[in-house]
């Protein structure tokens, strides 16, 4: 299994100013993918970060709004640019189990950043 | 339509019950979790499936890939077990990309 950790676990910020976020796991994964969770909502895919190549976005988030880096196997930072109300969420990013089985593998996720923004 | 529908959305038990959620989807899957988020946002992967049933404790999950239908069970219900349980499909042709449905709350009272 993996340990996911995240920084900070809560913000709340002013509309217009950025947040990073940070992820770090306890071991080495390929893949860690960034989750937004509004209100209410279930979970929407950001974006998948691999290591040493440009994250892939889903439909509906950019680059500008979500840059993300991955420097290592280990890390993962999600900015949240240029703030609104309408980005208030719990931010989650989340690895893949390195043992996959014939279905795929057990995904872990990280304990979550809850930002409101003013 | 979404593609991963879940019921009950909303779930209170009284303590000891026998609890059913279910979750229904339209695509084709290679694997479906079972996950839990307690109020304060953290999520447990509590099973991946890609047949059959698996046991762990007092929770059961079963998948009937035919019918495309998942059902996660929780024997002898307490109120630690109050969460929001989710269902999520890994989908077949994207290999890890999962897709989630929109949860069930479930209270379960002393």
């Known amino acids: 299994s993996a340990v996911i950790s995240q920084k900070p676990s809560r913000d709340i910020c002013q509309r217009g100013t950025s947040l990073t976020i940070q992820c770090q796991v306890d071991?080495?994964?390929?893949?860690m993918f960034w989750y937004r969770q509004q209100p209410g909502q279930s979970l929407t895919l950001i974006a998948t970060a691999n290591q040493g190549s440009e994250a892939t976005y889903e439909s509906g988030f950019v680059i500008d709004k979500f840059p993300i880096s991955r420097p290592n196997l280990t890390f993962s930072t999600l900015t949240v640019s240029n703030m609104s109300p309408e980005d208030s969420s719990i931010y989650l990013c989340?690895?893949?189990?390195?043992?996959?089985?014939?279905?795929?593998?057990?995904?872990?996720f990280g304990p979550g950043t809850r930002l409101t923004v003013l | 339509k979404n593609e991963v529908e879940q019921s009950p959305q909303n779930l209170t038990a009284q303590e000891g019950e026998f609890i059913t959620i279910n979750c229904s989807y339209s695509?084709?899957?290679?694997?479906l979790h079972w996950l839990q988020q307690h109020p304060g946002g953290g999520i447990v992967s509590l099973f991946m499936?890609?047949?059959g049933k698996k046991k762990h404790g007092r929770l059961i999950a079963t998948i009937n890939i035919q019918e495309k239908h998942s059902s996660l069970h929780i024997t002898a219900s307490h109120p630690r077990d109050s969460a929001v349980y989710i269902c999520a499909v890994v989908l077949r042709e994207y290999g890890n990309k999962l897709v989630f449905g929109a949860g069930t709350i479930l209270r379960v009272k002393s």
């Open positions: 695509v084709g899957i290679s694997a």
């Open positions: 989340s690895v893949e189990d390195s043992y996959r089985t014939s279905g795929g593998a057990r995904q872990f």
């Open positions: 071991s080495q994964v390929t893949m």
């Open positions: 499936l890609s047949s």
